[in-house]
């Protein structure tokens, strides 16, 4: 072996144990009042199931807990979180028992009543130097969204509540509104105009991911059919997200990614959810990565268990072992914790640069 391949595998395995999360996703509901066409999240959200969600006492009492003292940043989602009439008092709890966060981001359908006032809500309740980022899903223009959404103004609700959060954004310094698209069969076409729209309205460009079908997490096997692209649809897409200047070329990496996913290859980008992230269900369940929320990947459940005894356990090794090895992972396109897994270890994303730059400087040779 190699002196530079053991320093390499040296620093993943550095990397690759446990630690006291930076970053946790809780998906506060499965409930949603969408029925997209690449989703059946609330599928998971029958009324048994909604009657389990986590109640403001248990939030309380489970995040009060040092376990959870290094968390910088935190995603909340769903399902459509402002279905949760207490969303402003599960952040406020969330926050105070985080001493290190900086940044939440909430991602929202644009399709609640009442949104920017939750928002509103929020933002009277936590700290200024606290970021609170609203994302809300924007796939297409007009009728390209709503044919996603499966309503016919989706689009227009959604653009009436950028506007009202950007008049909030006025008041609150940390307040950041913007949109995120997922790319799809059918908005392939519309993805220069999305990032078009994002600068009339004067917001960040948005942020952009691919589809996963999952029997977990998305339950969306059975749009499959309608979900796959076709070979020119996919080139489209991997052309848009090559030349798009957001955060470096990172997206460039990231369709290098799927490319090669797509050609039957493995995944090149590295993961560290179950080491460095977590994943907490409507439930109390913890898994390693949002989506592998099946059975055998349940660490424990915070109703029960105190969550060091969950994360650092045998039982979660195992798993972590398992998850990391799998087959699903090797060809797991989610871009999600992209941009901090490559903080977390460089080397892929090096030798993509490394790569491009020598193939460059030979096509001018
Ligand atoms: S994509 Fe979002 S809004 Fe649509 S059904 Fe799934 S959770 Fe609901
Ligand atoms: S590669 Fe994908 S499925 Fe595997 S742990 Fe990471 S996000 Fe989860």
């Known amino acids: 072996m190699s002196i530079s391949k053991v320093c ?56 009060n807990n040092p376990f959870f003292s290094d968390i910088s940043f935190i995603s909340l989602g769903g399902g459509e979180p402002f279905l949760r009439e207490d ?37 009277e309740k936590i700290e200024s130097g606290i970021n609170l980022s609203i994302g809300v899903s924007i796939d297409g223009i007009g009728e390209t969204h709503n044919y996603g959404r499966g309503k016919e103004d989706a689009f227009e ?13 006025h008041t609150y310094g940390n307040l950041k509104v913007g949109f995120g698209s997922m790319i799809l069969p059918w908005n392939v076409d519309s993805l220069p105009d999305l990032v078009k729209l994002s600068s009339e309205m004067n917001l960040p460009k948005p942020q952009f991911w691919m589809p996963l079908i999952l029997d977990s997490f998305f339950k969306n096997e059975e749009q499959e059919p309608e979900l796959k692209f ?17 955060r470096k070329d990172f997206y460039a990496f990231y369709a290098e990614n799927m490319s090669r996913i797509r050609s039957g290859k493995t995944r090149i980008i590295p993961c560290f959810w179950g080491y460095h992230f977590l994943f907490i269900d409507p439930y109390g369940d913890v898994y390693p990565c949002s989506y592998a929320c099946k059975e055998e990947y349940l ?10 005894d969950i994360w650092f356990s045998q039982k979660a090794e195992n798993i972590r072992k398992t998850i990391g ?7 797991c396109q989610v871009n999600c914790k992209f941009f901090e897994n490559i903080t977390i270890n460089i080397l892929p994303y090096a030798r993509y640069k490394l790569y491009n730059s020598r193939h460059q400087l030979r096509g001018k040779a």
């Not at 550095?14 to 009042?33: D, E, G, Q, S, V």
């Not at 897409?237 to 798009?244: D, E, H, N, S």
């Not at 090895?325 to 060809?331: E, G, H, I």
Request: proline residues 5%.
């Open 87 to 123: 969303i402003d008092e599960i952040v406020e709890v969330i926050t105070k028992s985080c001493p290190e966060l900086n940044s939440i981001t909430i991602p929202t359908n644009g399709l609640t009543p009442r949104t920017s006032m939750k928002v509103q809500r929020i933002l």
């Open 299 to 308: 660490l424990g459940n915070l109703l029960t268990d105190d969550p060091s």
């Open 325 to 331: 090895k799998s087959r699903a992972c090797s060809l």
């Open 230 to 246: 076709s070979d020119e649809q996919f080139r489209k897409a991997m052309g848009f997200l090559k030349g798009y200047d957001y």
């Open 157 to 169: 609700r959604g653009i009436k509540l950028i506007g009202e959060l950007k008049e909030l954004e």
């Open 8 to 63: 390499i595998d040296t620093l993943l395995n550095l990397r690759k144990t446990p630690h006291k999360p930076r970053h946790f996703t809780y998906i506060t509901t499965y409930r949603c009042n969408s029925r997209c066409r690449m989703c059946g999240i609330w599928k998971g959200s029958e009324p048994q199931a909604f009657k389990r969600e986590l109640k403001l006492e248990d939030i309380k009492k489970i995040f």
